[in-house]
């Protein structure tokens, strides 16, 4: 496990807008925020310490890191010098964190998770919501994918939740404004799967192009039907991009190496790659492109972003791709366009109505409609991608869990030190908190007489987080300056890590 590289040691809080903090909590008996014994000192009494928690039978076999034994004082480079070791920050016995992963999160992340000494709950599919909300609970961390709805009703069931990792690239399924008011962190994977839907993407140009899901299911029923009419090369052909980020640009090379040529949309001005052009309006995009594809956010703008309008605006025979969200597209509006022959053929693999797993019933008015390829939301689904994301969001949560650090977070303020020092009684503050002015006052006060090596702060909307490394401080010491930050009537988080 290691450090990201590191922030400046300043402190930057920036300007706040003042708000009353929505769900302060304390979380005595949380144990990703209390705090218990360094090594060689006695555990602190003023607050409840943890319970440890009894190993459930899905939990990892792996021997749990006690704190302050084989994880400390490993060298690292870089940050104090050659000789001046780095201490390894565990929260406190991490056997008992507890981790729910749901929707088949890829083995490389039970395994990192697990070599963590976490106990670790899997499950191959999303659970019904109130399943959830009892699961829920009692875990520390939760890893989903897109099939689970992390909502405002299900998050507050979530008693010691403050971490959610999404195993996609996605985060619309989490109510991410309520998990950051509530101090819970969400990290993604931004694009470890944008390779594989944009692959995809390729593919269905040219089957669409050529009729081929319909030629493949009459073959199927042993139907004989060579035919040449409106099928066609891609080659020459232009493309529309909608949304030229991650997936967009990727696609954008990817077509132009085919012979395409490239177009795209974005509500932002982007560097075109190759020799792709951004035209000013969706309108326009859709009035020359042959081929049509969706690569934007599932966001209240980008919502029936596709209806009648859109799709008459399109060329006659010309093809239609989402792989992005199902809210993206008027599905009725759709399946009449190509009903109609207007719209030549389609790709659709998002749905607003997605079954919530593998075997579920499936249902939709584009079943039956001519040339069009359905799949089950499979845009992110290699074995790269997978293994790729479960490595990538597994070591964002442990930054998170044993350093505190936030870098990465979809919701919440961007914080990261560097390493803290290899010594006796040093300790990370972590201090999620409403964002209103006098905060760092009330901070700096009460750690006036302790030795502060360094500090950083950051906000995002209603919430900031402080992370400060304190050293020479005493057990008795430790637990006054957690209660004291505890108890400030800002307070949403806080914890100390070892
Ligand atoms: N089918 C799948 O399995 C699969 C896999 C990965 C991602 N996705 C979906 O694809 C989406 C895009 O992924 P990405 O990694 O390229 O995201 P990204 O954030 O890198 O890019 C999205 C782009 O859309 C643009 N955008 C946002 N709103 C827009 C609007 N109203 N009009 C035009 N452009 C707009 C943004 O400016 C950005 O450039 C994801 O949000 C996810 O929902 C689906
Ligand atoms: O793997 C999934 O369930 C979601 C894939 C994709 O939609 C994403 O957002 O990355």
Same mark, same amino acid.
């Given at each position: 496990m290691s450090f990201a590289p590191s922030s400046p040691p300043s402190v930057s809080q920036q300007q706040r807008a003042p708000t009353t903090p929505s769900t302060a909590r304390v979380m005595p008996t949380n144990v990703m925020n209390t705090p218990t014994a360094p090594q060689g000192t006695s555990a602190p #009494?003023?607050?409840?310490?943890?319970?440890?928690?009894?190993p459930s039978t899905t939990s990892s076999a792996n021997a749990p890191n006690t704190p302050g034994t084989e994880i400390r004082g490993r060298e690292r480079q870089g940050s104090f010098g050659g000789s001046t070791r780095a201490k390894v920050l565990k929260p406190f016995n991490t056997a008992n964190i507890k981790i729910l992963l749901l929707e088949n999160v890829n083995e490389t992340a039970v395994r990192a998770?697990?070599?963590?000494g976490y106990q670790v709950e899997t499950h191959a599919k999303a659970l019904a919501e109130d399943v959830l909300i009892e699961k829920i609970k009692d875990v520390h961390c939760v890893g989903i994918r897109s099939k689970t709805k992390l909502t405002k009703k299900v998050l507050d069931a979530a008693e010691k939740l403050g971490v959610i990792g999404c195993f996609c690239i996605g985060t619309n399924q989490v109510d991410l404004e309520h998990a950051a008011s509530k101090g819970i962190a969400v990290f993604n994977s931004p694009f470890s799967n944008s390779r594989s839907v944009a692959e995809l993407v390729i593919a269905e140009i040219v089957l669409l192009s050529r009729q081929l899901g319909d030629r493949n299911n009459e073959m199927h029923q042993g139907i004989w039907s060579k035919v040449s009419a409106n099928c066609y090369e891609i080659r020459g052909k232009t493309l529309g991009i909608v949304g030229y980020g991650h997936i967009g640009s990727q696609l954008s090379v990817l077509a132009e190496s085919m012979g395409m040529r490239v177009y795209f949309?974005?509500?932002v001005p982007l560097m075109p790659l190759g020799t792709s052009k951004q035209v000013g309006s969706l309108d326009e995009l859709l009035e020359i492109s042959d081929f049509v594809t969706l690569h934007v956010p599932e966001t209240e703008d980008t919502k029936n972003m596709i209806g009648e309008h859109e799709l008459n605006k399109m060329k006659q025979g010309s093809f239609l791709i989402n792989a992005s969200r199902g809210t993206v597209v008027q599905i009725s509006a759709l399946a009449k366009a190509?009903? #109609?022959?207007?719209?030549?053929?389609?790709a659709v693999d998002v749905f607003p109505k997605e079954p919530a797993a593998n075997g579920k019933f499936f249902e939709s008015e584009l079943i039956g409609c001519p040339n069009t390829l359905l799949t089950p939301h499979i845009g992110g689904s290699t074995e790269e991608a997978q293994s790729m994301i479960g490595v990538e969001v597994s070591q964002a949560l442990i930054k998170f869990i044993n350093n505190g650090t936030s870098i990465g977070a979809v919701n919440f303020p961007e914080v990261d030190l560097r390493a803290i020092r290899d010594e006796e009684n040093s300790i990370r503050l972590c201090y999620t908190h409403a964002n209103v002015p006098g905060v760092l006052l009330r901070i700096t006060n009460i750690l006036a007489d302790h030795n502060v090596d360094k500090q950083f702060s950051d906000s995002k909307g209603k919430i900031a987080y402080l992370m400060a490394d304190i050293s020479d401080v005493t057990p008795e010491q430790i637990q006054d300056i957690y209660r004291r930050v505890s108890e400030t009537p800002t307070n949403i988080v806080t914890r100390v890590l070892y």
């Amino acid at each position: 496990m290691s450090f990201a590289p590191s922030s400046p040691p300043s402190v930057s809080q920036q300007q706040r807008a003042p708000t009353t903090p929505s769900t302060a909590r304390v979380m005595p008996t949380n144990v990703m925020n209390t705090p218990t014994a360094p090594q060689g000192t006695s555990a602190p #009494s003023t607050t409840g310490a943890a319970a440890p928690a009894a190993p459930s039978t899905t939990s990892s076999a792996n021997a749990p890191n006690t704190p302050g034994t084989e994880i400390r004082g490993r060298e690292r480079q870089g940050s104090f010098g050659g000789s001046t070791r780095a201490k390894v920050l565990k929260p406190f016995n991490t056997a008992n964190i507890k981790i729910l992963l749901l929707e088949n999160v890829n083995e490389t992340a039970v395994r990192a998770l697990r070599d963590q000494g976490y106990q670790v709950e899997t499950h191959a599919k999303a659970l019904a919501e109130d399943v959830l909300i009892e699961k829920i609970k009692d875990v520390h961390c939760v890893g989903i994918r897109s099939k689970t709805k992390l909502t405002k009703k299900v998050l507050d069931a979530a008693e010691k939740l403050g971490v959610i990792g999404c195993f996609c690239i996605g985060t619309n399924q989490v109510d991410l404004e309520h998990a950051a008011s509530k101090g819970i962190a969400v990290f993604n994977s931004p694009f470890s799967n944008s390779r594989s839907v944009a692959e995809l993407v390729i593919a269905e140009i040219v089957l669409l192009s050529r009729q081929l899901g319909d030629r493949n299911n009459e073959m199927h029923q042993g139907i004989w039907s060579k035919v040449s009419a409106n099928c066609y090369e891609i080659r020459g052909k232009t493309l529309g991009i909608v949304g030229y980020g991650h997936i967009g640009s990727q696609l954008s090379v990817l077509a132009e190496s085919m012979g395409m040529r490239v177009y795209f949309h974005d509500v932002v001005p982007l560097m075109p790659l190759g020799t792709s052009k951004q035209v000013g309006s969706l309108d326009e995009l859709l009035e020359i492109s042959d081929f049509v594809t969706l690569h934007v956010p599932e966001t209240e703008d980008t919502k029936n972003m596709i209806g009648e309008h859109e799709l008459n605006k399109m060329k006659q025979g010309s093809f239609l791709i989402n792989a992005s969200r199902g809210t993206v597209v008027q599905i009725s509006a759709l399946a009449k366009a190509l009903r #109609s022959g207007h719209i030549g053929g389609a790709a659709v693999d998002v749905f607003p109505k997605e079954p919530a797993a593998n075997g579920k019933f499936f249902e939709s008015e584009l079943i039956g409609c001519p040339n069009t390829l359905l799949t089950p939301h499979i845009g992110g689904s290699t074995e790269e991608a997978q293994s790729m994301i479960g490595v990538e969001v597994s070591q964002a949560l442990i930054k998170f869990i044993n350093n505190g650090t936030s870098i990465g977070a979809v919701n919440f303020p961007e914080v990261d030190l560097r390493a803290i020092r290899d010594e006796e009684n040093s300790i990370r503050l972590c201090y999620t908190h409403a964002n209103v002015p006098g905060v760092l006052l009330r901070i700096t006060n009460i750690l006036a007489d302790h030795n502060v090596d360094k500090q950083f702060s950051d906000s995002k909307g209603k919430i900031a987080y402080l992370m400060a490394d304190i050293s020479d401080v005493t057990p008795e010491q430790i637990q006054d300056i957690y209660r004291r930050v505890s108890e400030t009537p800002t307070n949403i988080v806080t914890r100390v890590l070892y």
